[in-house]
């Protein structure tokens, strides 16, 4: 890999099982991402955004090609492995915010940290600044139901933060949200990346996304069509 | 991460409630069914000791063959000397003589012309000797409903619903047409001291229940009894040591050659006692298995409809990083927790109620029960059992039904609990 290069990904396809055949929902897909990037794969609905994102974020595998994610190759990819590298070094955020309902917003950004058998102290200190960095430091003992749809966009944006992954992949993270909500949350990510050059890749179809985009990957039918530096 | 595990759980009620609800009704019943069961049998046991088996009873092997026919034509003689010699070689143990007998009872008119009769079967027991305490063993005092006990060999007691059909009442003659040991016909005079309700239709339809000094003259029976009762001292019957006392003995006096020769049978042994109480120790398994059994499908629907609703947290958890067996193992303590509260309080819920059963709830203070001779009280007993019979079959109902459930989550593709995520 290239120096500052965080992810390849070559001659990738991926098939899904669909009637008799097979459905292929990203075909010949060839990238290369570096460390700090702030790109969009971008493209209309069903052209294969989610695919490309669950199988970068190793939730999802290769049918064919190959890919190379933080050192971590598809080839050694066991759910084990998968697992372990998404633990330590990739924030998820989706759409649907996914926090657990039972917990608050303070438990709810500690959960990364339990798993990775964080001190006391250190989970303290890291969730804390994690919250400060979405803004809701006064609703750290409120539980989801009781925050607004941008609120709790930005806790799941602290959730993948407090580890302070590598990499965060965000699925469609404004599609539930008001323009005000949508920039707010996409200015506090535009100043995680730059402060502490984590790299971000977005799925989004969303024009307000798109206009923060430093890099913006076209998919159209599972292939990509564009991949250009965006002219801010 | 275990009391992050345990805070979801208590907040989340859906999730722990129900289930330590479901857990600890099944508990609780369990519980009760066995100290009710046990409670029960102990009361039969008690009862056919006292008033047909003893914890064990010397009979001669003939009549032990035959014991259905009241056969005192195979009793046992020299009684008075035997009884001599098992009083000085088993001090510690009481034994009591006793003679089962039937014949038709006649009652005369003014004439002497029978003027009612009926078949009856009877007991005779020593009710006249000062140390005797076949009276109390028998109930006797409380059970009966007129007249007194008898006070001389020739008074007999008679069910209240013989006398009433033979229309006598205390203090009237009877004549009891028999055979004497021997096998010649016995035509005796008694009279009736009072009468008795037994408590169970059978002998109520014509029970009888005699001095027996009397009746061994009646029928010819000097110096031999029907049957020997023996009680242990502590009262209560305890198979194990019945067995081998009965085995010593039957090893010292008993001639498998010579049919008149005594043989000593225990309670178990005697009547069908035996497969009953092997039949509840199997009621008992089954009980146990059916709630295990029923329990755990309960709580495998139910942890499937809770997993259906934790998808969506079962596939994020494995988006953050958590591997899966991790997250089956989270579900699996949880179920741990679950089926300890259910099973602790259950268990307690149902020693409580047993407790309030064993002394509480004595319906004979209420219903006529008290006055009979076999007291139909249901009385539960607590034993050590009770303390796990309901608490382990609980604990591993809910380990089981969840284990149950989680492998269908375990079981389900990555992909599809990410795909939740996109829901
Ligand atoms: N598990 C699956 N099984 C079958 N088809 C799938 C599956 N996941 C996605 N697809 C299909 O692949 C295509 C791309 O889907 P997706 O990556 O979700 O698109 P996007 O995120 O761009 O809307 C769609 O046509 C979708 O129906
Ligand atoms: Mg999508």
Same mark, same amino acid.
């Given at each position: 890999?290239?120096?500052?290069?965080?992810?390849?990904?070559?001659?990738?396809? #991926? @098939?899904?099982?669909?009637?008799?055949?097979?459905?292929?929902?990203l075909?010949?897909?060839?990238?290369?991402?570096?460390?700090?990037?702030?790109t969009?794969?971008?493209?209309?609905?069903?052209?294969?955004?989610?695919?490309m994102?669950?199988?970068?974020?190793?939730?999802?595998?290769?049918?064919?090609?190959?890919?190379?994610?933080?050192?971590?190759?598809?080839?050694?990819?066991t759910?084990?492995?998968?697992?372990?590298?998404?633990? #330590? @070094?990739?924030?998820?955020?989706?759409?649907?915010?996914?926090?657990?309902?039972?917990?608050?917003?303070?438990?709810?950004?500690?959960?990364?940290?339990? %798993?990775?058998?964080?001190?006391?102290?250190?989970r303290?200190?890291?969730?804390?600044?994690?919250?400060?960095?979405?803004?809701?430091?006064d609703?750290?003992?409120?539980?989801?139901?009781?925050?607004?749809?941008?609120?709790?966009?930005?806790?799941a944006?602290?959730?993948?933060?407090? #580890?302070?992954?590598e990499?965060? %992949?965000a699925?469609?993270?404004?599609?539930?949200l008001?323009?005000?909500?949508?920039? @707010?949350?996409?200015?506090?990510?535009?100043?995680?990346?730059?402060? %502490?050059?984590?790299?971000?890749?977005?799925?989004? @179809?969303?024009?307000?996304?798109?206009?923060?985009?430093?890099?913006?990957?076209?998919?159209?039918?599972?292939?990509?069509?564009?991949?250009?530096?965006? #002219?801010? | 991460?275990?009391?992050?595990?345990?805070?979801?759980?208590?907040?989340?009620?859906?999730?722990?409630?129900?289930?330590?609800?479901?857990?600890?009704?099944?508990?609780?019943?369990?519980?009760?069914?066995?100290?009710?069961?046990?409670?029960?049998?102990?009361?039969?046991?008690?009862?056919?000791?006292?008033?047909?088996?003893?914890?064990?009873?010397i009979?001669?092997?003939?009549?032990?063959?035959?014991?259905?026919?009241?056969?005192?034509?195979?009793?046992?003689?020299?009684?008075?000397?035997?009884?001599?010699?098992?009083?000085?070689?088993?001090?510690?143990?009481?034994? $009591?003589?006793?003679?089962?007998?039937?014949?038709?009872?006649?009652?005369?008119?003014?004439?002497?012309?029978?003027?009612?009769?009926?078949?009856?079967?009877?007991?005779?027991?020593?009710?006249?000797?000062?140390?005797?305490?076949?009276?109390?063993?028998?109930?006797?005092?409380?059970?009966?409903?007129?007249?007194?006990?008898?006070?001389? /060999?020739?008074?007999?007691?008679?069910?209240?619903?013989?006398?009433?059909?033979?229309?006598?009442?205390?203090?009237?003659?009877?004549?009891?047409?028999?055979?004497?040991?021997?096998?010649?016909?016995?035509?005796?005079n008694?009279?009736?001291?009072?009468?008795?309700?037994f408590?169970?239709?059978?002998?109520?339809?014509?029970?009888?229940?005699?001095?027996?000094?009397? !009746?061994?003259?009646a029928?010819?029976?000097?110096?031999?009894?029907g049957?020997?009762?023996?009680?242990?001292?502590?009262?209560?019957?305890?198979? /194990?040591?019945?067995?081998?006392?009965?085995?010593?003995?039957?090893?010292?006096?008993?001639? /498998?050659?010579?049919?008149?020769?005594? $043989?000593?049978?225990?309670?178990?042994?005697?009547?069908?006692?035996?497969?009953?109480?092997?039949?509840?120790?199997?009621?008992?398994? !089954?009980? $146990?298995?059916?709630?295990?059994?029923?329990m755990?499908?309960?709580?495998?629907n139910?942890? &499937? &409809?809770?997993?259906?609703?934790?998808?969506?947290?079962?596939?994020?958890?494995?988006?953050?990083?958590?591997?899966k067996?991790? !997250?089956?193992?989270?579900?699996?303590?949880?179920?741990?927790?679950?089926?300890?509260?259910?099973?602790?309080?259950?268990?307690?819920?149902?020693?409580?109620?047993?407790?309030?059963?064993?002394?509480?709830?004595?319906?004979?203070?209420?219903?006529?029960?008290?006055?009979?001779?076999?007291?139909?009280?249901?009385?539960?007993?607590?034993?050590?059992?009770?303390?796990?019979?309901?608490?382990?079959?609980?604990? !591993?109902?809910?380990?089981?039904?969840?284990?149950?459930?989680?492998f269908?989550?375990?079981?389900?593709?990555?992909?599809?609990?990410?795909?939740?995520?996109?829901?």
């Open positions: 890999m290239k120096n500052g290069t965080i992810i390849t990904i070559e001659n990738l396809a #991926k @098939h899904y099982p669909m009637g008799g055949g097979k459905f292929t929902a075909s010949d897909i060839n990238l290369t991402f570096s460390k700090g990037e702030f969009g794969i971008v493209g209309p609905s069903g052209s294969g955004k989610t695919t994102l669950n199988i970068i974020g190793s939730l999802d595998t290769p049918s064919e090609g190959a890919t190379n994610v933080l050192g971590t190759t598809s080839r050694e990819m759910p084990k492995v998968a697992a372990t590298l998404r633990k #330590k @070094h990739i924030g998820f955020i989706f759409q649907t915010y996914n926090l657990m309902s039972v917990y608050t917003v303070y438990e709810n950004v500690e959960f990364p940290l339990l %798993l990775l058998k964080k001190s006391v102290s250190e303290k200190k890291a969730v804390m600044d994690a919250i400060q960095w979405v803004g809701l430091t609703k750290i003992k409120s539980k989801p139901p009781q925050l607004s749809g941008g609120e709790s966009q930005r806790v944006i602290a959730r993948a933060m407090v #580890k302070r992954p990499l965060v %992949l699925d469609e993270p404004t599609a539930n008001d323009a005000k909500n949508s920039h @707010h949350i996409l200015r506090t990510m535009e100043q995680l990346n730059r402060e %502490l050059q984590t790299t971000f890749i977005f799925a989004t @179809h969303d024009d307000k996304v798109i206009q923060y985009l430093r890099r913006i990957i076209t998919l159209e039918d599972g292939t990509v069509a564009s991949d250009e530096i965006a #002219k801010q | 991460m275990l009391k992050f595990y345990l805070k979801g759980l208590f907040r989340d009620r859906a999730r722990s409630l129900l289930p330590v609800i479901v857990v600890t009704i099944g508990v609780t019943l369990v519980v009760l069914a066995n100290s009710w069961v046990t409670g029960v049998l102990e009361d039969m046991v008690v009862f056919n000791a006292r008033f047909a088996t003893g914890h064990v009873k009979m001669s092997q003939a009549y032990y063959e035959n014991r259905g026919q009241q056969p005192n034509d195979l009793a046992l003689v020299g009684t008075s000397s035997f009884m001599d010699s098992l009083e000085s070689q088993y001090p510690e143990m009481e034994w $009591v003589e006793r003679i089962q007998f039937g014949g038709l009872v006649d009652a005369p008119d003014e004439n002497g012309e029978t003027r009612a009769q009926g078949p009856g079967g009877g007991m005779a027991v020593d009710l006249l000797s000062e140390d005797s305490g076949e009276i109390e063993r028998l109930n006797l005092e409380k059970a009966m409903v007129r007249g007194r006990i008898p006070q001389s /060999p020739f008074e007999i007691i008679l069910s209240e619903q013989f006398a009433d059909k033979l229309e006598v009442e205390p203090g009237d003659q009877v004549t009891l047409i028999s055979s004497t040991m021997y096998g010649a016909m016995s035509i005796t008694f009279t009736v001291s009072g009468t008795i309700t408590g169970t239709a059978a002998l109520d339809r014509g029970g009888m229940v005699a001095d027996i000094s009397g !009746i061994r003259q029928l010819d029976m000097t110096d031999a009894t049957e020997i009762l023996g009680y242990f001292p502590s009262g209560e019957y305890d198979d /194990p040591e019945a067995a081998s006392f009965a085995a010593a003995f039957n090893e010292k006096y008993s001639n /498998p050659q010579d049919e008149f020769s005594p $043989v000593m049978a225990t309670l178990r042994e005697q009547s069908n006692m035996a497969g009953f109480l092997d039949l509840i120790d199997y009621f008992k398994g !089954i009980i $146990v298995t059916i709630f295990v059994v029923a755990s499908i309960v709580l495998w139910s942890g &499937l &409809l809770g997993a259906l609703r934790r998808y969506g947290e079962m596939g994020l958890r494995m988006a953050i990083g958590e591997e067996g991790h !997250i089956y193992r989270s579900l699996i303590i949880e179920a741990v927790f679950i089926g300890l509260a259910g099973s602790v309080i259950g268990t307690l819920f149902g020693l409580f109620f047993s407790s309030l059963m064993a002394r509480g709830i004595d319906i004979s203070g209420m219903m006529q029960n008290s006055t009979m001779m076999m007291q139909g009280v249901m009385k539960a007993k607590i034993t050590p059992l009770a303390y796990y019979i309901g608490f382990f079959p609980g604990l !591993i109902a809910t380990v089981l039904g969840t284990a149950l459930a989680g269908g989550i375990y079981k389900r593709q990555t992909a599809k609990l990410f795909k939740e995520l996109q829901a």
